[in-house]
């Protein structure tokens, strides 16, 4: 049986921030009321509040103005581009793509996908792990980290590769609507199932592409963590000067 877990108070507080934000309570350009205001306007403690802040901040809804305060920016702008690397791990069909489904399974929530989610740590989640190859070469690792809401009622944890994207897959199956995604790039050093997958010497650091896919009130449906060997990548992106 699969059990719920309710996000922690500081998401639920940024849920609701977010939806009066996009339902234009809190207007594009304005101030968002002081810390003050929010502790007592929702009962909960400066910590809660001040975590609930940054991670809108974060995720691009408000920003911090010196001598002004804190500001809401409205919907985070969505850019398209082909290189996405968020849209190739949603839209992956597993059946289809270059490459080899390596893990399936029920695993801790990793720290930097527990925060994201709003889960507690040790909390149990689906991971979907693909191993993208190019020339029989390991060029790019995805693992995706589904909470226990989106896994009833689909086919996640057959361990057999997926007709479809995933994202297909859960709209289908589980009703709901993938609206926006965040990335965040980092580096680190690989786990050690990640070196052996990637066919790593020790010592080499990987680019982690932490994809995050919400519905329209900001809910994580979907986190991939994409990773790619720092050796053999160059990234380049090319944008307009406005």
Do not use: C
């Not at 002081?34 to 609930?52: C, D, H, I, K, Y």
């Not at 995805?142 to 896994?151: D, K, R, T």
């Not at 070196?195 to 790593?200: C, D, G, I």
């Amino acid at each position: 049986m699969a059990y719920e877990v309710e996000p922690p108070k500081y998401v639920r507080l940024a849920q609701t921030l977010q939806r009066r934000i996009e339902d234009g309570t809190y207007a594009p350009g304005t101030r968002v009321p002081s810390e003050n205001q929010l502790v007592q306007t929702f009962g909960m403690s400066r910590p809660t509040v001040v975590r609930a802040l940054e991670l809108l901040k974060r995720d691009g809804w408000l920003e911090s103005r010196q001598g002004y305060g804190t500001i809401v920016r409205a919907r985070p702008e969505v850019v398209e581009r082909k290189d996405r690397r968020g849209r190739e791990a949603l839209e992956r069909d597993e059946t289809q793509s270059a490459g080899r489904l390596v893990d399936v399974g029920r695993v801790p929530v990793p720290a930097r996908v527990a925060s994201v989610l709003g889960l507690p740590k040790g909390t149990e989640v689906l991971m979907r792990r693909f191993l993208v190859e190019e020339d029989g070469e390991a060029v790019e690792l995805v693992s995706s980290y589904f909470p226990a809401g989106m896994v009833e009622g689909t086919e996640l944890e057959a361990d057999a590769p997926l007709s479809g994207s995933t994202r297909e897959h859960l709209e289908a199956r589980k009703k709901v609507r993938f609206d926006h995604v965040t990335e965040r790039v980092s580096a680190r050093l690989p786990e050690a199932r990640e070196a052996e997958l990637l066919e790593l010497p020790d010592g080499v650091p990987v680019l982690s592409v932490l994809v995050v896919a919400r519905d329209a009130s900001g809910r994580a449906l979907q986190v991939s963590d994409v990773l790619l060997p720092a050796d053999r990548q160059e990234l380049e992106d090319t944008y307009r000067l406005n």
